[in-house]
Structure formats: C-alpha cells, structure tokens
Nanobody, 128 residues
Framework: QVQLVESGGGLVQAGGSLRLSCLASGRTFSRNAMGWFRQAPEKEREFVAAINYYGDRTEYTDSVKGRFTVSRDNAKNAVYLQMNSLKPEDSAVFYC?????????????????????WGQGTQVTVSA
C-alpha cells in the first residue's frame, strides 16, 4: 500500500519559516515527479511547487517564488518544502503528491490530474 505522509506543519508568525516533509512508503518514487499543493478554507486546491525525479528542475506558482524551495532526497523517498517569509495568505492545508508514471527529466507537472498519490495533508497557519 502506497502512502505519502506529510509533517512539519504548524502555527507560525508572519515572516517566519516552516519546513514540510513528505515521506513515501510502499514503493519508490526516485523516477517520478513529485509536487506540493495547498487548499485554503473555501478555496480550491492549488498548485504550489513541483520537482523532477532527479531533483534539479523545479516549478513554483508565482505567489511563492523566491520564498519557497522544493527539494527531494531519493535515498529517503522523501520530498520537502522549505517555506520562508510566510504570509497569512499562505495559511492552508498542504498536500504532497506523487506521479505514478516515470517522467522525463523535464517533467514537473502543475496539474492535479497528473498526480496519482496524495498525502493526508498538514495544516499551516500563519498569524499576522
């Protein structure tokens, strides 16, 4: 059974930092793109960041560029999201996701439809 488990969420003041982790089990994702999404109350889930299987190509939504960094450790079957300069509008449940298909080196999907496995989410709350 494939599982993605996020951790690292919490309550932080505006301007602070958090590091989210996502550990996968049940299969390896070393040849698969992985991503982070978030969903704020009464809003649709949105793309945050994606990383290719090799770990050196990334994509970000515009609102987090320069503040968030996605990375991965294939030896640990894990993906991370370092979040700096957090803003109240970043408050949301953050989800990690994995593509089941082996992707090309350039594959960093932004669409939810491209991901097959999802974690349960971790809450991030940023106070003003």
């Amino acid at each position: 059974q494939v599982q993605l488990v996020e951790s690292g969420g919490g309550l932080v003041q505006a301007g602070g930092s958090l590091r989210l982790s996502c550990l996968a089990s049940g299969r390896t994702f070393s040849r698969n793109a992985m991503g982070w999404f978030r969903q704020a109350p009464e809003k649709e889930r949105e793309f945050v960041a994606a990383i290719n299987y090799y770990g050196d190509r990334t994509e970000y939504t515009d609102s987090v560029k320069g503040r968030f960094t996605v990375s991965r450790d294939n030896a640990k079957n894990a993906v991370y999201l370092q979040m700096n300069s957090l803003k109240p509008e970043d408050s949301a449940v953050f989800y990690c996701a994995a593509d089941s298909a082996t992707g090309s080196y350039y594959w960093t999907p932004r669409s939810e439809a491209e991901y097959d496995y999802w974690g349960q989410g971790t809450q991030v709350t940023v106070s003003a």
